[in-house]
C-alpha cells in the first residue's frame, strides 16, 4: 500500500500534464501561424519570384493578382504567405533599402543582407528601360530610312511609284504609330516608376519626422521628470538641513540648561557647608 500510493500520485500527475499539454502545443501553433516571422532564406526566395516578375509589374497598374501569382509560388515552395503578406514585406523591404542608401556599401550589406539583391532587381529595371529607349530610337530610323527610299522610288516610276508610295507609306505610318505608342508606354512605365519612388519617399520621411517627433516628445518627458526630481531632491535637502539646525539648537539648549542646573546645585553645595 506504501509503495503503490506514489505510483497512483504520478500517474494522476502525468495524465494531468498530457490534457495541459495538447493545449499549449496548439496555442503556440495559433501563435506562429498567426504571426509567422520571415527567414533570411525565405526573403530571398521570395525576392527571386519577385525579381522574375517585376517587368510584368511595371507595365500593369493593377497588380493584384500578381501577388497572388507570387503568394501561389512561394506555397510551391513551402512558404505560406497571402498576398497582401508579400506586398506588405515589398513595401517594407523597399522602405528600409531606401533608408539604407545614404550608408556605404559595406555598412548596408552588415546591416541589410538584401542589398545585392535589391540592386540586381533596380539594375535590371534600368537594363529595361535602355533597351527601350535604344528599340524606340531603332524603330524612328527604320521610318526615316522608308520615307527617304519612297521619294527616290517616285522620282523613277510615276505610276508604279506612286503604289508603292502608299503601301510604303502605310508601313511608315504603322511604325510611327508603333514607335509613339511604345515611347508612350515608355514615358508612362518611367512616370509610375518616379511616382512610386517618390511615394515610398515620402512615406520614408512621414515615418523619420514621426519618429523624430516622438523621439522629442519623450526626450522633453525626461527633461521634465528629471527636473521634478532634481527640485524633491533640493526640498528634501533643504527639509534635513532645517531638522538638523532645529536639533542643534535643542541640543545647545539642553546643554546650557543642564550646565546651569550643575552650577546652582554647586553654589547650593558650597553655600550649605560654609
Not at 538584401?114 to 535590371?124: H, L, P, R, S
Not at 522610288?153 to 508603333?178: F, H, L, Q, T, Y
Amino acid at each position: 500500500m506504501e509503495g503503490h500510493h506514489p505510483r497512483h500520485h504520478q500517474g494522476q500527475q502525468q495524465q494531468q500534464q498530457q490534457r495541459l499539454h495538447p493545449q499549449n502545443t496548439s496555442v503556440n501553433l495559433d501563435v506562429t501561424d498567426r504571426f509567422p516571422q520571415w527567414s533570411i532564406q525565405e526573403t530571398k526566395e521570395f525576392l527571386v519570384i519577385r525579381a522574375e516578375l517585376d517587368q510584368t509589374f511595371m507595365e500593369t497598374k493593377r497588380n493584384k493578382q500578381l501577388w497572388e501569382v507570387i503568394s501561389n509560388r512561394m506555397k510551391e515552395k513551402g512558404y505560406h504567405r497571402s498576398a497582401e503578406q508579400c506586398k506588405c514585406k515589398w513595401k517594407n523591404l523597399v522602405t528600409r533599402y531606401k533608408g539604407f542608401e545614404t550608408m556605404e556599401q559595406e555598412a548596408m550589406r552588415q546591416q541589410f543582407p538584401f542589398y545585392n539583391d535589391f540592386n540586381a532587381i533596380f539594375m535590371a529595371r534600368m537594363q529595361r528601360m535602355r533597351w527601350a529607349e535604344a528599340e524606340v530610337g531603332s524603330k524612328k530610323n527604320k521610318a526615316t530610312q522608308l520615307s527617304s527610299n519612297e521619294e527616290e522610288d517616285g522620282n523613277e516610276e510615276s505610276e508604279v511609284g506612286s503604289s508603292r508610295k502608299k503601301k510604303k507609306a502605310k508601313i511608315v505610318n504603322a511604325g510611327g504609330g508603333g514607335g509613339s505608342s511604345s515611347l508612350n508606354s515608355l514615358k508612362e512605365i518611367l512616370a509610375e516608376f518616379m511616382r512610386q519612388q517618390m511615394q515610398i519617399e515620402a512615406q520614408w520621411m512621414e515615418a523619420f519626422e514621426a519618429r523624430e517627433n516622438e523621439r522629442r516628445l519623450k526626450e522633453m518627458e525626461w527633461r521634465q521628470t528629471m527636473e521634478v526630481l532634481e527640485n524633491e531632491r533640493i526640498m528634501m535637502e533643504e527639509r534635513w538641513r532645517q531638522r538638523e539646525e532645529q536639533r542643534r539648537i535643542r541640543e545647545e539648549a539642553r546643554v546650557e540648561k543642564r550646565d546651569a542646573l550643575i552650577t546652582a546645585l554647586l553654589n547650593k553645595l558650597e553655600r550649605q557647608e560654609m
